[in-house]
């Protein structure tokens, strides 16, 4: 445990506030980056590219 602190370079108690800020400023903050989703309607056209689906679709007659 001791060398996992002192490479994060932090104590039991945690991070002083000082440090805490210094690495928000030096690595943002802790918040996973927001992905772009792709459009609904792209989302629903993807589905037919299944080759099953394909063939399904041919097989009716659409």
Known sequence: MSVVLKNLDATPAGLSRTETEARRRRYGLNQPLARRRRP????FLTRFLNPLVLI???ASGL
């Open 40 to 43: 609904l309607w792209l989302q």
């Open 56 to 58: 399904l679709l041919f």
